[in-house]
C-alpha cells in the first residue's frame, strides 16, 4: 500500500521569521504519519527552522533544488551532501519554473536524482505539459519522455521510493486546475511507463503525486482516484490552516 503524501512547495517566499510563525501554527495538528505523509518543501534559508520542527513533529522536509556535485567552486548552489547532513528528506526536483526560467534540462535533472540518492535522500521528480504540447495532443509522449530522462541509471529500488510529481504548467498557479480524470489519466501513464521501464512491483510502489491549483475544495476528489498517491501544492499551502486542511483531507 502506497502511503499518501501531501507536499507544500512554498517557492520564493517566506523568510526564516514567517518559516516559524507558520510552524507554530501547525505544531500538534498534522496527520498521522503512517495515514498521510506530510511534506513541506521550502526555500533554502528556511530548512534549518523545518528540520528542528520535524525533530518533534511528523512532518518531512524537502528543499526546492539542489545542485548535482556534492561541493565545490559552484557559487551560488546547493550541496546535496550538506542537505543530507542537516537531516532533509527530499528534494524537489525538475519544477517546470527551473526548467523554463533557469533552462534546466533532463540530463541535469537527471544527474541530481543521482546525486540525491547518493546522499541517502529522496527526490521529487517533477513532470509536465505546457498548454501547447496538450493542444496538440502531445502530452503522454512528452511526460513520459521526461521521466524516462529523469530516471534513467536509477536502479528498480531507488525508482520504487521515489516521489513523481505529475503538474501540467497550464494548472500551475493559474487556478485552473486539472479535472481529476485527466489528472488521474497521466499519473496512470506514468505508472505504465515505469511498469515498462522496470517491473509492475516497482510501479506499484512509486508515489504519484498530481499538481496545480490544488487546494481544501478539490483535494479530496483528486486523492480518491487510484494512481494519484498525492499533491505537490503551491499558493494553498502557504497558509497554515490552509496546508493543514490539504494534509487532514480524510478527516
Ligand atoms: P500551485 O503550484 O499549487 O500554486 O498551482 C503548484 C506547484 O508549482 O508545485
Known amino acids: 500500500m502506497?502511503?499518501?503524501?501531501?507536499?507544500g512547495n512554498w517557492k520564493m517566499n517566506k523568510n526564516p521569521q514567517e518559516t516559524q510563525d507558520f510552524l507554530d501554527s501547525i505544531k500538534g495538528?498534522?496527520?498521522?504519519p503512517s495515514q498521510v505523509e506530510s511534506v513541506i518543501a521550502a526555500p533554502a534559508i528556511d530548512l534549518n527552522a523545518l528540520v528542528w520542527f520535524s525533530k518533534d513533529e511528523p512532518l518531512k522536509t524537502?528543499?526546492?533544488?539542489?545542485?548535482?556535485?556534492?561541493?565545490?567552486?559552484?557559487t551560488g548552489?546547493?550541496?546535496?551532501?550538506?542537505?543530507?547532513?542537516?537531516?532533509?528528506?527530499?528534494v524537489v526536483i525538475g519544477h517546470s519554473e527551473r526548467r523554463d526560467y533557469f533552462h534546466e534540462t533532463d540530463e541535469d535533472i537527471n544527474k541530481k536524482a543521482k546525486a540525491i540518492f547518493k546522499n541517502n535522500m529522496l527526490p521529487i521528480i517533477c513532470c509536465g505539459e505546457s498548454l501547447e504540447t496538450r493542444e496538440a495532443g502531445k502530452e503522454v509522449e512528452w511526460v513520459v519522455g521526461q521521466i524516462k530522462a529523469a530516471l534513467n541509471g536509477l536502479t528498480a529500488d531507488q525508482v520504487s521510493k521515489s516521489v513523481i510529481a505529475y503538474e501540467p504548467i497550464w494548472?500551475?498557479?493559474?487556478?485552473?486546475?486539472?479535472?481529476?480524470?485527466?489528472?488521474?489519466?497521466?499519473?496512470?501513464?506514468?505508472r505504465e511507463a515505469v511498469k515498462n521501464l522496470y517491473d509492475e512491483q516497482t510501479a506499484e510502489n512509486v508515489r504519484i503525486q498530481y499538481g496545480g491549483s490544488v487546494k481544501p475544495a478539490n483535494v479530496e476528489e483528486l486523492m480518491s482516484k487510484e494512481d494519484i498517491d498525492g499533491g505537490l501544492v503551491g499558493g494553498a499551502s502557504m497558509d497554515p490552516e490552509s496546508f493543514l486542511q490539504l494534509v487532514n483531507y480524510k478527516n
Request: aromatic share 8%; hydrophobic share 35%.
Open 77 to 90: 548552489e546547493t550541496s546535496p551532501k550538506a542537505l543530507s547532513e542537516m537531516g532533509l528528506n527530499y
Open 62 to 74: 524537502a528543499a526546492e533544488n539542489c545542485y548535482f556535485e556534492d561541493e565545490g567552486a559552484f
Open 171 to 190: 494548472a500551475i498557479g493559474t487556478g485552473k486546475t486539472a479535472s481529476a480524470d485527466q489528472a488521474q489519466e497521466m499519473c496512470h501513464e506514468i
Open 29 to 32: 495538528k498534522l496527520p498521522d
Open 2 to 7: 502506497r502511503t499518501p503524501i501531501i507536499a
